[in-house]
C-alpha cells in the first residue's frame, strides 16, 4: 500500500485577505487533483476553511483537519468540510503535530502569529516548507533563519516545489 | 458532506495475546464493512498493527495512525499499514488525541498501563467506550469509574454496540 | 547544587471525599517537612487544593501546579495556594507532565478517570508509584499492571515507601 | 500568599553566541536579585544553561526548567542549574508550555527556529513579549505581527519592560 502524500497548509484565520482566500481555495484544489491529502488547522474560517473547500471540489479528495478543541458537541459541528477531524485539546500545541505530520508545509499568504509559530516549527523540525505569497518580511525572516525555505507567488509554482521535496519513495 | 465516523480502537503492542490480535484483526475488517474510518496508535506491532490490517483488507478502508514518533525517517517507514499517519511527537499524550479524536473508543482485548490510559482518558473525556474481550477485572475497574461503559466478547456485538453510540446527525 | 525531590501527588478534584482531603493535607505537611517539593494538578478543588494547603502550612514549601488552562487571567487568579504555576493550556494532557516530573507518583483515595489515567500513565512511564487509601478495587486492578506499586492507609508510611522508591545520588 | 513573577528566558542552544550567553547570565542574575523566578527551556546549553547559571548566581533563586524529554535517567542528569524540572515528554510542544506559564517571556540574542517559535507562540497567547539583543530583522518581524512587543539591548532597560509588563495585583 501506498500512501497519499500529505500536504500541510498554514495561514490566517479570522484575518485573512480576499487574495489569500483565493490563493488557498485554488491550492487546495491543486492538492486533490494531484492525488495529494490536505492537512489543515481544521476551523470554519480563513485559509483553513478555504484550503479545505478548494480541496473539497474536486473528486477524490481526503482532507484532514488537526483542531485546537477537545470535541465537544459546539466542535464537531464546525467541521463541515473534512473527511476526517483529529481533536487535540491542546490549544496551539496542535500547531505542531500538524506540521510534523506534514510531508510539505505550505504557508499560504500573510498570517499572523500562529501561522508564524507554524513556520518556525517546520524549520526547527526540518520539514519541506514553501511560502506561498507571502509579505517580504515574512520571506526575508524565515529565509534567515534556513536556507532551505521556499518562495512563490503562484499555485502552479508552489506545487512544482512541493512535487520536488516529497520524500521519494 | 458527510463524514464517516471514526473509530478508536486501543489495546497491547508488544505483548497482546494471539486472541486479541484475531479479534482486532476481525474488527478492522468489520469497521470498514461498514464503512467507518479507523483510529488507531498506528505502531506496526499487537493490536494497533492487527485492526489496521483488518481494516485494509476489505476495500474503501481509511485508516489513521496517531504515533508518539517526530516523523523522521524511521517513524515514517513504520507505517505501511495506514492511509493516514499523524504524527505528534508528544509521546504517550497522543494516546489523549486518539481518544479525543474518536467517535467511539474501544478496548480490544487485555492491554498493559498504555491501553488503562486510554480507557480513563476515554471516560473522562466522556467519550463512549466499549471493552472488547477485556478481563473481569478490567471489566469491573472501568465499569466503576463510569455506568456507560459497554463490555463484550464478540466482534459483531461490538459493532452494535459501536452503531448505537455513534452521534446522531 | 541538590535539587530538592519532587512528589506529584493525584487526586480527584469536585468529587473528593472528605477523608481523602483530610489525607491530602496530612500528605502535604508530610512533604514539606522531609523537604521536598510538591507537584500536584493545581487547581482550587479537592485533593489537589488540600495537598497544596497542607504543603504550605509548613515553612519552606515549594509547591508547583501544573495546570490544564491556558493561564487567562481567570485560570491565574485560582491559584493561591500555589509557588509556582504552569499552565499547559493542554486539558487532560497535562496529567502525563505530572506523571514525568514527578520523583514519586503518589495517588491519594478514591479518584475518579482523571486520577486512573494519572495511575496508569506512572506504570506506563515507569515511575515509582505509591496508592494511598484507595478502594480495594483500584489496588488489584494497579497491581496487575505492575508488579512495582506500593500500597498503603497511611500516610507515615507513604513517605517512608516515598523514601524508599526515591532516586539516589 | 504572593506568588513571585515568574519570567521566562528563551534564546539559542547550541549556537548561542558569547555575547547572548554574558547577557543571558547577566539577566538570569538580575531576575533573582529582583525576587523573581525563572522558567526556561532548562537543557544544559546555550542561552537556556546561561539564565539558569545566572541566576543560581545570587541567593534566593528559583529556577525552573520545562524540558522536551521524559525524564527517563539521562534527562535527569542533565539539569544541575535547575531548582524544578518539568520533563514533558512532549519534544518542541513544551516551549508553549514555557510561553503560556510565563508572566514575561524575554528572547535573549539572535535565536533558531525554535526560539522563533516561542516568540510567536508568546504574541499568539497575548503573553508580554521583550526582546533583548536581538537582530534588527527580528525586531522588524515580530513588531510586525504585535505593536506591544517591547525591544531594548541592556540587561537593565529589559528589567525595567519586564517590571512595567507583570500583572498588578
Known amino acids: 500500500m501506498s500512501r497519499r502524500p500529505l500536504i500541510g497548509v498554514m495561514g490566517a ?23 495529494w491529502a490536505l492537512l489543515s488547522g ?16 474536486v473528486e477524490g479528495h481526503l482532507v484532514v483537519g488537526v483542531l485546537p478543541g477537545d470535541g465537544r458537541d459546539h466542535d464537531r459541528q464546525q467541521t463541515a468540510e473534512l473527511d476526517l477531524a483529529l481533536f487535540t485539546g491542546m490549544g496551539q500545541a496542535r500547531n505542531l503535530i500538524n506540521v510534523l505530520s506534514a510531508d510539505v508545509v505550505v504557508v499560504c499568504g500573510a498570517g499572523g502569529a500562529g501561522t508564524a509559530s507554524e513556520a518556525a516549527h517546520a524549520i526547527k ?25 521556499q518562495c512563490t507567488d503562484a499555485v502552479a509554482d508552489c506545487c512544482s516545489h512541493i512535487e520536488a521535496l516529497l520524500p521519494q519513495d
Open 125 to 149: 523540525a526540518e520539514r519541506p516548507l514553501v511560502l506561498l505569497a507571502v509579505p517580504p518580511l515574512w520571506q526575508e525572516f524565515f529565509c534567515s533563519l534556513s536556507a532551505a525555505v
Open 13 to 35: 484565520g479570522e484575518g485573512a485577505s480576499s487574495a489569500a482566500i483565493q490563493l488557498a481555495e485554488e491550492l487546495g484544489a491543486a492538492i486533490t487533483e494531484r492525488c
Open 42 to 57: 481544521g476551523r470554519p474560517e480563513g485559509v483553513m476553511a478555504a484550503v479545505s473547500r478548494g480541496a473539497c471540489s
